[in-house]
């Protein structure tokens, strides 16, 4: 049985702090306003000026937001999995864990969408993302992380509400790390005005993102970023 879960929510912004703490949500169905234009995974490589579609907001004077641009990228999940049945219990073994960053470009706009060092700017917050999914992944490979390849329940629907419970639980420090980078990257190049800090920073994101990457390759037999069940 396949799921899929989108639950971490992060907002980005040029020209401003970031907002509150991000939302937890565990949605079934896929939002309206999402379905006009599908999440872009990372993998799908570096943003362009196509990827925002969303309509800068405006207030309740009818005037244009000052902020230059706005990105909205999401923490999300896949998984199969296996149930079985003993004594009137069910038992869930998930078979793989994928996890993975998306950018929602019907959410995010863009001002001056030819401004490379606002695009890179906004990269270099997607790059803080994935470099968070990255550590997850690593730390779900552990050995300590295998319970949560499994859960139970006094039905089907209680296993599987469980086992996202407990995945939850697991990003949670991972989301909020995120949030901190995020808002530490802001600080520290104004918003990507300060070009050397700006640069200075991008170096950093790349280098920590290769260093991740390699330490992935390392730990799995293939080059798929999902997660097996361990035996």
């Given at each position: 049985m396949n799921y899929r879960r989108w639950l971490i929510t992060v907002f980005l912004a040029w020209g401003a702090t970031v907002p509150g703490p991000a939302q937890i949500t565990r949605t079934t169905n896929r939002p309206e306003k999402e379905s006009r234009a599908r999440?872009?995974?990372?993998?799908?490589?570096?943003?362009?000026?196509?990827?925002?579609?969303?309509?800068?907001?405006?207030?309740?004077?009818?005037?244009?937001?000052?902020?230059?641009?706005?990105?909205?990228?999401?923490?999300?999940?896949?998984?199969?999995?296996?149930?079985?049945?003993?004594?009137?219990?069910?038992?869930?073994?998930?078979?793989?864990?994928?996890?993975?960053?998306?950018?929602?470009?019907?959410h995010s706009w863009n001002c001056t969408p030819?401004?490379?060092?606002?695009?890179?700017?906004?990269?270099?917050?997607?790059?803080i993302t994935e470099a968070q999914?990255?550590?997850?992944?690593?730390?779900?490979?552990?050995?300590?992380?295998?319970?949560?390849?499994?859960?139970?329940?006094?039905s089907r629907t209680r296993a599987v509400q469980r086992f996202e419970e407990n995945l939850t639980r697991f990003l949670e420090p991972f989301v909020t790390a995120s949030r901190k980078h995020h808002q530490h990257y802001d600080k520290t190049t104004r918003h990507g005005r300060i070009r050397s800090a700006q640069e200075h920073e991008r170096k950093k994101q790349?280098?920590?993102?290769?260093?991740?990457?390699?330490?992935?390759?390392?730990?799995?037999?293939?080059s798929n970023r999902s997660l097996t069940s361990p035996e």
């Open positions: 999440p872009r995974r990372y993998q799908e490589g570096p943003l362009t000026a196509r990827d925002f579609r969303g309509k800068v907001p405006r207030d309740a004077d009818g005037k244009a937001n000052p902020l230059l641009a706005f990105t909205k990228t999401d923490f999300r999940y896949d998984w199969k999995s296996t149930f079985t049945r003993r004594n009137r219990k069910h038992y869930l073994v998930a078979t793989e864990i994928d996890l993975y960053s998306v950018m929602l470009p019907q030819r401004d490379r060092q606002l695009l890179d700017h906004e990269q270099g917050h997607f790059d999914i990255r550590k997850a992944i690593l730390q779900l490979k552990a050995p300590s992380s295998r319970r949560l390849f499994r859960s139970s329940g006094n790349k280098l920590e993102l290769q260093r991740l990457a390699q330490q992935i390759r390392s730990r799995a037999p293939s």
